[in-house]
């Protein structure tokens, strides 16, 4: 339903973090980068940013379901391709992709992908 | 100074390109430029309330902290389309608002001869140059910020515009779009208002004590009176505008960080989060408005339910009596958890709208309360309670007084009395998708009455 959703309503954006090998590492981060990012953290928080946010187990604790026709098979992690493996997550309300953009610059990180995806909004049926 | 460099900011952002696709040639550098002008725009909404708040404690009060902040914008949409945005944009905007700022302030010292206090101004002002000072205070600033914006010496239209213009960073134009007046209306409300608090002499600080609750009650007035301008347009012919909704709610969010243990913030957090679950399913196919028991839950916004259900419950955590807000929260959450209208709990909710009525007694609050006693114990009961108030004269030309006494007469099938409330509803109402929905049930009435 287009009139809903008028050019000037906020969106609600999908942060992946693809953090690469760092991703898969049993080790945690040094208590340092943990403590920066959770000052970005909630820097956003205390902007009225963040909807949801959250940390994914290592890709060996994952399954994957492969859907074929009626077929299902069921694969096992840990899985090879971990540039593309998402870490961690952040649903932030924003205004405009420009404006996760900014933020997501200012993040703490020194490796890694981060990928911002706007979320489509159903409105009607 | 003022009225140039706002001018200049509202221009540039309304006809700034918004097509990221860059033609080939000289093509390539106007991009460049749009993208810098992009980048602008999103950074002026993070910064812009922290700039203004962190300028309002250098030189005092906001209209000044205002200006200078503009004018910083309006220096950064010279420079940076042309060379680039710079690796650190707050700090950027800052470092200049601020340099400004102590030349305002050496040429008012020039002006005024104050020697003692503007010594100590200028003074202030150097010491606060040093940008890595700035961190812990920036949350105080904020809510000073938001403590002057809904001062009680604004009236409420000025509160609601100062505050979407210096903590929302929203323009005059998008203002006046949200409250459907013409622009010159909202700036004129923001310029008498900055003006109201210059000759009240209103410092810029946090109020404390007994003025503080009377203050927060101030600000969340005015964060409520933007929301439902949203949840419910009073004018116009949209059923809700959503924009006005989330800009409501991150100012809610933002509060609720800045004041963690006021249980009123917590509260109108949770009420605003829930009643914004809904505002999917508010608004049928072509835009008509449907209401509460009319909906379809499975379109309600989980993740604000959730959201809002946290909130609320932080409020109880925080001890006492829920005051106003949170009661309201809480009949809100009795409807988010009933999965179907059939399992809402209506005792609970006449229960909570009896504290409500106590705590904040109004006609409004009563003939909500008569809504939720007709559900719980039947319409002769409500319409009892709604006959009371058919005569308060604040409730004179409110459309959901009639409305409400139709819709229990036509359960109790008194057909034709509830088609003439519709109609005396459908009249009185100021929005347009409203209106055809009261006409609607006024003809359903007289269909009844045909077929009965």
């Not at chain 1, 309300?93 to 996760?100: G, K, L, P, T, Y």
């Not at chain 2, 033609?23 to 203004?52: D, F, V, Y």
């Not at chain 2, 009892?384 to 604040?394: I, Q």
């Not at chain 2, 929005?431 to 055809?436: F, L, S, T």
Request: a negative charge.
């Amino acid at each position: 339903m287009r009139k809903f959703k008028s050019e000037e309503t906020e969106m609600r954006v999908l942060i992946m973090a693809k953090e690469g090998d760092q991703s898969e590492a049993a080790t945690p981060p040094t208590p340092e980068a943990m403590a920066e990012y959770q000052k970005f953290n909630e820097e956003l928080i205390k902007a009225g940013v963040v909807l949801e946010a959250g940390r994914l187990y290592p890709s060996s604790q994952s399954k994957r379901v492969r859907f074929d026709g009626k077929k299902r098979t069921v694969i096992d992690g840990p899985f090879a391709e971990t540039k593309e493996l998402v870490a961690g997550y952040w649903l932030w309300q924003v205004r405009s992709i420009d404006e996760a953009l900014e933020w997501l610059k200012r993040a703490p990180y020194d490796g890694g992908t981060f990928e911002i995806r706007e979320i489509l909004e159903f409105e009607g049926i | 100074m003022k009225s140039s460099s706002s001018r200049a900011f509202e221009g540039a952002l309304a006809i700034g390109p918004r097509n990221g696709d860059a033609p080939e040639g000289p093509g390539r550098r106007e991009a460049a430029a749009a993208e810098a002008h992009r980048a602008i725009e999103a950074i002026w909404r993070i910064e812009s309330a922290r700039l203004i708040a962190g300028l309002a404690r250098v030189v005092g009060e906001i209209g000044t902290a205002e200006e200078l902040a503009q004018d910083a914008l309006v220096a950064a949409l010279e420079q940076w389309p042309a060379e680039g945005v710079p690796e650190r944009p707050a700090a950027w905007l800052m470092g200049t608002a601020k340099h400004r700022a102590i030349d305002l302030i050496r040429r008012r010292k020039t002006l005024e001869r104050k020697h003692e206090e503007i010594g100590r101004e200028v003074e202030r002002a150097q010491k606060s140059l040093d940008l890595d000072a700035i961190g812990e205070e920036v949350e105080d600033d904020l809510l000073g910020l938001i403590f002057t914006a809904c001062h009680p010496v604004l009236s409420k239209d000025a509160r609601v515009a100062l505050t979407l213009r210096v903590l929302g960073g929203l323009t005059t134009e998008e203002i006046a779009r949200g409250f459907l007046v013409p622009v010159s209306t909202i700036a004129q409300r923001i310029v008498r208002a900055k003006r109201t608090l210059a000759v009240a002499h209103v410092r810029f600080e946090i109020p404390g004590g007994a003025e503080r609750v009377a203050r927060l009650a101030s600000v969340l007035e005015v964060i409520y009176l933007i929301f439902n301008e949203g949840y419910s347009a009073t004018a116009g012919k949209d059923w809700v505008r959503p924009a006005l909704c989330e800009e409501a709610l991150r100012l809610g969010r933002i509060l609720a960080e800045l004041v963690p243990t006021e249980p009123e913030v917590q509260g109108i957090v949770a009420l605003m989060e829930i009643q914004a679950s809904r505002l999917g399913a508010r608004v049928g196919p072509s835009g008509e408005p449907v209401l509460l028991l009319d909906q379809d839950r499975t379109r309600w916004d989980r993740l604000l339910i959730r959201r809002g259900l946290a909130a609320l419950e932080r409020a109880e955590r925080l001890g006492g009596a829920l005051g106003p807000y949170a009661l309201q929260a809480a009949i809100a959450a009795c409807h988010a958890r009933a999965t179907t209208a059939a399992e809402t709990d209506w005792p609970r909710i006449v229960a909570l709208y009896d504290a409500v009525a106590q705590l904040a007694p109004s006609p409004v609050v009563e003939l909500n309360r008569a809504v939720a006693v007709g559900m719980a114990f039947g319409p002769a009961a409500g319409l009892e309670l709604v006959d009371a108030l058919v005569d308060e004269p604040t409730l004179k030309s409110y459309h959901l007084l009639p409305a409400v006494r139709g819709d229990l007469l036509r359960k109790l099938g008194r057909s034709e009395e509830a088609r003439a409330e519709f109609e005396r509803a459908a009249a009185l109402t100021e929005n347009g998708q409203e209106r055809e929905l009261l006409q609607r049930r006024a003809a359903e009435c007289a269909a009844e009455r045909m077929a009965g």
